[in-house]
Structure formats: structure tokens, C-alpha cells
């Protein structure tokens, strides 16, 4: 598989999984907590946080915000929706404070941009690489502002059929993007497992010759850890530090205890795939000496006696004449007395 880099650390199938903690707009729009959440993530050991840019003007349109009033929900929405994506937009500064925060903490800054005005402040922070979200497989402009970037570009798929897949990479490939890489999602929150499909992952990474990642969104660890055996190289997962916060995705959000999980647990997966060529390790080979059996004399036997099959049995340890070496035993004559289970020797056979 193609291998690629995220601000200097290489991504693909020689390397642990790129695991991202979306922080989303998790932050609520109060950067103590962003802070918060930013050094709760690097206590876990994420390479990345990541967040969305979008303004109160960039993504919702007037006659939606009119239509969106009211929400019974009144954990999940506090307001119309206007006022919450007012509150919860990521605004310039709030950016360039998340990013130095970062820096501090050895993560690296991702986002999700949502127009081309927001790639380009993306641009300027020096992102190691673009997020495109399921939303927008099929807005071709926005795929095409954010391939002249020449970054990587981790593609989510929700929602999107495979035609429309191969369109948004034909996109971004012809503008210049870096490495496409396919996130496998399903943009339901959470999915009914029956839903995940996670086979998907082996499939679009043959399908489009390209590194595929999870974009998760399923409660707990244990299918983007089966993801990672499936060969993902790049984990997104939401992450909070309290799933009973009021906002949008805090309650389907790992928390600190399931992202370090989450990290340690898909690192241990990767480097158990290992190799599709047989092998048998050298730690196996020398438990082969105490697991496996070995022939010995079912009973006591004169020396002189010619060795018939019930003559003989097998029994621990492996070490001397192994089983699938009874033929050439059967028949031959001893050369000496033996008791009850001795371990017989090819010197004990004329």
C-alpha cells in the first residue's frame, strides 16, 4: 500500500494506525475547554486532534436556520440552531490558539474546512494535511480547492455511493491533492452495527489503489479496533472528557479512558498482522521441544524384539523421534533391554 505523511510522521501499513481524536465542536465554543479536551487527547496518545472550521455563514443557509427553530432534545441542541452554530463556530483566533496548543503538546493540528475561504486559513496555519467530510463528496469546488493544496487529503464516505467515491478521488487527484486517503464511515451517530460494513475497508483499497482509514462512529472501541485488523491506517474517533456534556456529540464520543484504549489496543492489533507468508517464530520452534511428543516403548521389551505399531507410544516431550516418523520404527529390532516409556533413540534400533 502507498504510504504517505501527516506533518513528518509516515502513514500506511509499515506503521501503527494515525489515530485522530475529532474534537469536533466539542469545545462548545469555550476555549478552556478546547484546551481541555487538546490535553486530554495528547495524554492518550493520539498523533492528532482535529477540529471543523466552519463560521455561522459558511455552512448553514438563511432558510435552513429559519426552518430550525426549536429542538426537542434539549441536552443535544440548547437553542435555535442558528445560536448554536454561532456558539459553537471556530473562528480565526480560536484556531490559532488550538494550533499553538497543540504545538505544546506534541499533537498534531487537523481540520475540516467547509468552504475555500476556510482551506485557505487552513493553509496559512501549515496543516500536514486536509480533512473533506462526508457531506462534501460531491461538491466538486470545494474538492478542488483542497486538492491544489497538494496535501493529503483523508476523504470521509458517508453517505456516498461508490460512483460518487470515484468522482470526489478523480477530483482531487486531477487538482494535485497529495495521498487520497478513504475514511470508511457511516454517517450515523451511532450506527446500528449491522450497518458499519467494515469489509468496506479491504474493498476501497482495492478499488482505488489507495491507504483507507475508519472514520468512526460507533459507541465504545471494539470496531475500530476490528477495523485496524481489517487494515485501516488511519483511526478518526470523537472524543470528549465527558460524555454527559450538553452539545452535539459529546454522548457518542470516546472518552479518555476508551481513546488510550483505543491507542495502545490498535497499536497492539497492528503489530499482530504481521506477515501472510507462514512462518513459524523461533519462540514457537523451541515450544515445539516440550509441546509436541515423541515415540516411546508402550511397554517393557527384551532386547531383539521386532517392533510391531502396538509396541509403541507417543508421548511429551517432542525432543528424539517424532510421530510422523512411527513407519520407520515399526519393524526394526532393539538393541538393548527398555522399560515402560522409555524414550527410544534411533541408536535403541538395529
Known amino acids: 500500500m502507498k504510504q504517505f505523511d501527516i506533518a513528518g510522521r509516515p502513514v500506511g501499513d509499515d ?15 469555550d476555549m478552556g475547554l478546547c484546551y481541555e479536551l487538546i490535553d486530554a487527547a495528547a495524554e492518550c496518545g493520539v498523533d492528532a486532534v482535529k477540529f471543523q472550521s466552519f463560521s455561522s455563514t459558511s455552512l448553514v443557509g438563511e432558510a435552513e436556520y429559519r426552518r430550525n427553530t426549536s429542538y426537542a432534545d434539549k441536552k443535544k441542541h440548547f437553542g435555535t440552531l442558528r445560536e448554536m452554530v454561532e456558539t459553537y463556530q471556530f473562528t480565526p483566533e480560536m484556531h490559532e490558539q488550538a494550533l499553538e496548543r497543540c504545538r505544546e503538546k506534541g499533537v498534531a493540528f487537523l481540520s475540516t474546512p467547509f468552504s475555500p475561504e476556510e482551506v485557505d486559513l487552513l493553509e496559512r496555519l501549515g496543516v500536514g494535511a486536509h480533512k473533506v467530510a462526508s457531506m462534501d463528496v460531491n461538491h466538486p469546488l470545494l474538492l478542488r480547492e483542497i486538492g491544489r493544496t497538494g496535501k493529503p ?30 475514511l470508511h464511515c457511516v454517517s450515523i451517530y451511532p450506527p446500528d452495527p449491522r450497518d458499519v460494513h467494515l469489509r468496506n ?40 472528557i465527558d460524555k454527559d456534556m450538553e452539545g452535539w456529540d459529546h454522548a457518542i464520543s470516546a472518552d479518555p479512558e476508551e481513546m488510550r484504549r483505543l491507542v495502545e489496543e490498535s497499536r497492539m492489533v497492528h503489530a ?17 521441544k516440550r509441546f509436541r511428543r515423541r ?29 510422523n516418523e512411527y513407519e520407520l520404527v515399526v519393524g526394526k529390532r532393539l538393541t538393548r533391554d527398555v522399560e515402560r516409556d522409555h524414550e527410544l533413540e534411533w541408536s535403541d534400533l538395529a
Open 295 to 323: 515415540i516411546v516403548a508402550r511397554r517393557e521389551l527384551p532386547a531383539g524384539h521386532v517392533l510391531t505399531l502396538e509396541d509403541i507410544d507417543f508421548k511429551r516431550p517432542g525432543t528424539g523421534i517424532h510421530p
Open 272 to 288: 499482530t498482522l504481521g506477515s501472510s507468508a507462514r512462518t513459524v517464530s523461533e519462540a514457537e520452534l523451541e515450544k515445539r
Open 201 to 240: 475497508i479491504p474493498m476501497l483499497r482495492t478499488a482505488f489503489d489507495a491507504p483507507v482509514g475508519f472514520s468512526d462512529h460507533t459507541l465504545g472501541v471494539a470496531v475500530p479496533l476490528a477495523a485496524v485488523a481489517l487494515g485501516a491506517c488511519v483511526i478518526e474517533k470523537h472524543f470528549t
Open 15 to 29: 506503521h501503527p494506525p494515525y489515530v485522530i481524536a475529532e474534537i469536533g465542536s466539542n469545545h462548545n465554543g
Open 153 to 182: 487529503v483523508l476523504l470521509s464516505t458517508g453517505m456516498a455511493s461508490l460512483g460518487e467515491v470515484e468522482t470526489a478521488v478523480a477530483v482531487l487527484r486531477e487538482a494535485g491533492a497529495g495521498e487520497v486517503c478513504l
